[in-house]
């Protein structure tokens, strides 16, 4: 159909002609889309606010040969403002994007788990129900086990011993054992692969308890994964990483 409607979450935009811009979506049914916000960097246009990163949307669109084009736009949640007031938060939340910008690569391909982790980290983000570090790499988790690339905190990764083990090593998917590590595996402490685990179950109780040089440890190993199976550099964990 040439008109559609959907929920959608903005992922970035880029400048397009003097007024325009191209707004990158991840929708709840027609997963990641590109669409031109026609006039939308006028100061008279009536929702330009709306089509800003971090924002929640019900949004309608034309679709095109390349590029949709968007009609209609509602707010559903308004993320954008509470994340951008604060850097740690903004700094956690453009790596969010970005993540899941990578993560559904192919457009129009429906993604809705990764939509509805998405809503669901930049809500706890807005509402700053818990620390934006804990809720990046809880993300960051979970959307990559998502797409396939669950790590272990327990269990060998490699031959599935039964942990706890004393080892990581990201390139063989998370815990491994003395007989699998491999020549610099790292070493955690044991309350930090229980810090993994928690944030990759959503076990917020274990998360928020977690002591400062634990949640670092745990935000290393986290960046190391997410960007070793992403095959490509978080731009935004560098700005989260010199805030630290």
């Known amino acids: 159909m040439p008109l559609y409607r959907d929920d959608a979450i903005v992922l970035r935009t880029h400048k397009l002609g003097e007024a325009d811009r191209i707004i990158t979506l991840l929708t709840r049914e027609h997963g ?18 709306r ?3 971090f924002m929640m949307v019900d949004v309608q669109l034309h679709a095109g040969r390349n590029l949709d084009s968007v009609t209609q736009v509602e707010t559903v949640g308004a993320f954008a403002r509470q994340i951008s007031e604060d850097y740690g938060l903004y700094t956690a939340g453009a790596a969010m994007l970005e993540a899941a910008d990578r993560l559904v690569a192919a457009e129009r391909e429906p993604a809705v788990q990764q939509y509805w982790l998405l809503v669901g ?21 979970r959307a990559l086990a998502v797409a396939g690339w669950a790590a272990s905190f ?6 599935g011993a039964p942990g706890p ?33 928690a944030l990759l179950a959503g076990d917020w109780d274990v998360a928020d308890a977690a002591e400062p040089r634990h949640r670092t440890e745990a935000s290393g190993l986290v960046a190391a994964y997410s960007q070793f199976y992403l095959e490509r550099t978080l731009r935004s964990l560098r700005m989260i990483e010199r805030e630290a």
């Not at 980290?121 to 988790?141: K, Q």
């Not at 004393?166 to 402490?189: E, I, K, L, T, Y």
């Open 32 to 49: 990641k889309v590109r669409a031109v916000g026609r006039g939308v960097r006028r100061t008279s246009s009536r929702f330009g606010a």
């Open 51 to 53: 089509l800003e990163p």
């Open 121 to 141: 980290a930049l809500r706890a983000l807005s509402e700053r129900a818990h620390a934006p570090g804990l809720v990046l790499d809880s993300y960051l988790l």
């Open 154 to 159: 327990t269990d060998c990764a490699r031959c």
């Open 165 to 197: 083990h004393r080892s990581f090593a990201v390139a063989q998917g998370g815990a491994v054992c003395s007989r699998c590590r491999p020549p610099g595996a790292a070493a955690p402490a044991a309350e930090t692969f229980e810090l993994l685990a």
